[in-house]
Every structure is written in structure tokens, then in C-alpha cells.
């Protein structure tokens, strides 16, 4: 956010016919997603970013085809508000909306306590399941927390301590493989997987496509990946080979993660916008509608058009690495 000294307000005035509801509803809930603040009637106000301009102005395009109109003003001053009152407003608002996602961690903590005690789990989500469930909800509301209130800088301490909370109840015993390899193995080495052949099943999609993406970004940048078939896949031989996201892989699923996830956890990888993007690879691969962010399904739909494309194995491969590039850098700006 730039500095308080120099921040320019976006106002957004409306007006809708009472009738139909469903037309108010429309644009109501679109002001919400913005994080927009409402200072009375029908007038919104947003700081000046150039996605928030970008939203407005479609969302005043889109007025009169229902048979409303709007005005969309910049200005540096709200008179009789001074910027501090304006910000105050903002860091309400996301104060109440971080309240509830604080009593989502007060409750999986509670069940996490009761199991650490002996006590029985009748819900079938697993619990890991329902702490990035938790996390997603946290950086949905922090992504309209524009000005970094005390309110999103507090529940990031707790959801680290859920988290612990979580892997210490979950932990996996020392010496424990599952199928061949290193999934879930904590505390990997990357240094240890420097300049090596990536194997993994042909007709590449969205967890491989996101596995190659982080293998090059923050594991091995001269990874080279291979394609066969999964019947080869099995027992590979060679010591600079790595299966990933197959059956028997060296990293492939766990429970309910996807092979993205469990790179993540075992390679310790906690850079910014990572924990977001594994949870739109996870609705995707995974399909247990754990998310429902709109953008999910967008995404799916260009993944698959590059997978129809008549392309090699490593050019789609390398298409997909881009699209899960852009999702980063996006992921990462408004952090």
C-alpha cells in the first residue's frame, strides 16, 4: 500500500430500482470482494489501486443493463473525514471479518485438544483438510486488508500455532515410509536435489503442471523433466531420477494432499502466495470442493485448453509452468 501521506480514494456512488432484488444483490456482493467500505447510501469507498479502479469501472459499465447508473470519482480528500478516520473505517471492518475466521481456529483447536486427550472425531473432514480451509479464508480477508491492521498481524501468530498444533497431533514416526519414496518426509534437504531428472507420468496436468513450476522455482532451477509410462514408473534405477505426482513416486499423494502440497511440507517451502496457490491445485486435481473461489474454475478451463492443444508432453509441460508463474506473481503483489 503506498505511503498514508499520498494515498488517493476511489468513491463509488449507485443506484439501483428496488426491483428486482436480485440486481441490488448482485453489485452489493461485488463491493464486498472489492473490500470496498460503505460510507452511506449508496456510496463506496476504496483506496486508489489499479485493480480496484479496474473493478469499479466495470462494475459501471455494468449498471445500466440494470437499469441503474453510477458515478466513479478520484479524490485525494473526503471532507469532513480526515485519512486516518477513513482508514480506521477499513481496519473495522476487516476486524470483524478476521473475528470470524478467529473463531474457526478457536474451534478446530478445540477438537484438536480433545483428540490430543483421547476424545473421538465423528467429522469425516480431516483436519488438515479444515486448517487450509481456515488459512484460505485468512488470506481472502487479508487481501482486502489494505492497510495491514493489528487485527490480520495477530491471527497469523495463531493460525502458526494451529498449525503446530496440527503436526504435532499428525506426526509421522520416525522411519515410517509410505509407498516407495520421501512423501511427507520432514525437513528434505534441496541442496540435495540440485541438477536432477524429474520422471513423471505423460499427458501432464494441473499437479504436474504446478509440481514443475515450484520443482524449478525453489528446488531444483536446472530440473529436467521426463515423461513415461506409469508402468515404468515403478522402480526407477538411475541416482539422478526422481518420480513425482505417480504411483510408488518419491513424492506423490498423501492422504488427502496433492502432490503440490506434499512438496511443499516436506521441502518446508513457505514463501508468500504458496499456501493460496496450493489450494486452488488441490480443488482442482483433488475435486472435493474444499474451495470455491470463482477463479478455480478459470483456471481449470485454461489448463485444459493447453492440454488439448497438439503439443509434446514438454510443451504443454512448459505452458503450464507460465500459467502457474502468472498465478504467483499475482498471488504474491497483494501481499
Known sequence: MQGFQTLKWLLFFYSIPATPVKNRVKIWRKLQKTGAVQLKGGVYVLPYLEDNHEALQWMLAELPGLKGEGLLVTTETIEPLQQQEIIALFNEQRHLQYQ????????????????????????????????????????????????KSESGQSLVGRLQALKGQLETLTAIKKGTRTFAGNVLSKGIKIEKYSNLRWVTRKRPFVDRMACAWLIRRFIDPQATFVFRDEGDLKNLKGANEVAFDVRYGDFTHFEDLCTFEVLLKSFGLTANGLNALAAIVHNIDIKDEKFSAPEIQGIEMLLRGIRKKALSDNETLEQGIEVFEALYLSLTEIN
Open 100 to 147: 470470524e475466521v478467529g473463531k474457526k481456529i478457536d474451534e478446530l483447536s478445540g477438537r484438536i485438544d480433545n483428540l490430543r486427550k483421547g476424545g473421538k472425531d465423528k467429522k469425516s473432514i480431516s483436519l488438515f483438510r479444515q486448517f487450509e480451509k481456515i488459512q484460505a479464508d485468512f488470506h481472502t480477508v487479508h487481501n482486502r486488508d489494505f492497510f
